[in-house]
């Protein structure tokens, strides 16, 4: 019984789920979009990908010289 009480939730999930998602398809979402190109999106992924790059960069220059304060 158990067992069908669980695959009974997952179909009506996944129906609701299914309904939710055509419901969204017919929004327009053209003026979000045009706000911004294809160039400004790669400009910050860019930025965020030198940012992390520096970080990285700064862990493993702070490993290397407490390594040579330990001497090893």
């Known amino acids: 019984m158990f067992q069908l009480k ?10 609701s789920a299914l309904v939710a998602g055509g419901a969204q398809a017919a ?6 979009t045009s706000a911004f190109t294809a160039s400004d ?3 910050g ?12 960069v700064s862990i493993k220059a702070a490993r290397i010289v407490l390594g040579m304060l330990r001497g090893g």
């Open 6 to 15: 669980k695959k009974a939730a997952v179909a009506v999930a996944a129906g």
């Open 27 to 32: 929004v327009d979402l053209t003026p979000i």
């Open 41 to 43: 999106v790669t400009t």
């Open 45 to 56: 992924v860019m930025a965020v990908a030198a940012v992390l790059a520096v970080i990285y």
